[in-house]
């Protein structure tokens, strides 16, 4: 495979999660709400073409129905990572400090796929991201290479 068709494929990975992204932050709006509490909160970094990016790793446990689930969905409508180089404090630090490990928190779940849940009904960034640069890759990849 050539080069376009990497691009392709990547624009269409990221409008498919983009249009996911926003099925579930409209749909968010409408969701119920429990209590829950958070089992994990650190930090972790990874290595990409841009840097080195660091992330909230964030977990949290529900009951609905009598039945426990765990998730780490902060964000409904997708989360976005931290340049590490920046010297104040990130977005991720302030995550961290927003959920500690045992604070009780308001979950926020589907109805019908409680499964599916979310600390905050936001999230428009990560989706802004994948469906203006979703298009624009498979553009690109199909017109230029």
């Known amino acids: 495979m050539d ?14 999660y983009g249009l996911f992204c926003l099925f579930r932050l409209m749909s968010s709006r409408n969701w119920s709400s429990t209590e829950g509490t ?10 990409t073409d841009a840097g080195k990016m660091e992330d909230a790793e964030i977990k949290y446990e529900y009951t609905v129905s009598e039945k426990t689930y765990t998730c780490k969905v902060i964000k409904s409508g997708g989360d976005v990572s931290s340049n590490r180089s920046k010297t104040s404090a990130t977005d991720v630090d302030r995550m961290l400090a927003k959920y500690p490990v045992g604070k009780t928190v308001t979950v926020y779940f589907h109805p019908n796929l409680p499964q599916m849940a979310c600390l905050e009904k936001a999230g428009g960034e990560a989706l802004l991201i994948c469906l203006l640069f979703g298009p624009l890759a498979i553009l690109v990849g199909y017109f230029y290479f």
């Open 38 to 47: 958070v089992i994990t909160s650190y930090k972790s970094f990874r290595d």
């Open 3 to 16: 080069n376009g068709t990497y691009l392709i494929i990547a624009g269409v990975v990221a409008l498919i």
